[in-house]
């Protein structure tokens, strides 16, 4: 099957976690594009959702499914994302498409997160896919210096501005052994907003096509 077939697959079939009269919080990509289409079916169910990005905010709009502030919402019990890897405790690499803070956000704020995502993005080890890092653009070259003492390659993403106004560095060559103790100490680094790890806030149930992990 492929690869888009599974993250229809995938998206259509979070659907089954929203329950009726929820805040649905909703990622960003183009799994996440299928998830909300679907969505759209049971708008008239639903209050409503917290976006991730301006780009979901735009197709959910469009749907007709109302956008909610999480300020005003509180808790959500459920957010549904992509990833660009997962590996096998459920913890990802997310950024590819720029929207990770706002990702981390909403995650954060959820009680069950629902990641779909194809098979392509099964791994033993996070890392192959170089792993996005959101700066504050005053703050780049001394991120990537950082990055470089701790053995990554840091590439600036020239050109990528994120919906909150800053730049997005991704690392190549690293195999990240232990996400959650990575995570915790480039979150200590001065100018870096949010780690696309999501180690420490994983998955809760991965969904790759239709097959729960
Ligand atoms: C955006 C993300 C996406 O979830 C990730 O890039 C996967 O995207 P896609 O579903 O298009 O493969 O983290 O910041």
Redesign the pocket.
Known sequence: MSNANE?RQAGEAAIRYVEDGAIVGV??????AFFIDALADLKDRIQGAVSS?EQSTAQLKKLGIPVLDLNATGPLSLYV????ECDPHKRLI???????TR?KIVAAASDKFVCI?DSS?LVDLLGKFPL?IEVIPMARSLVGREIVKRGGNPVWRDGVVTDNGNWIIDVHGWQIADPVALEKDLNQIPGIVTV?LFAQRAADVVLIGDREM
């Open positions: 993250k990622g960003t990509g183009s799994t996440v990005s994302d992509g990833a660009d997310k950024g590819g498409g720029a929207a990770l990702e995502i993005k996005p696309g």
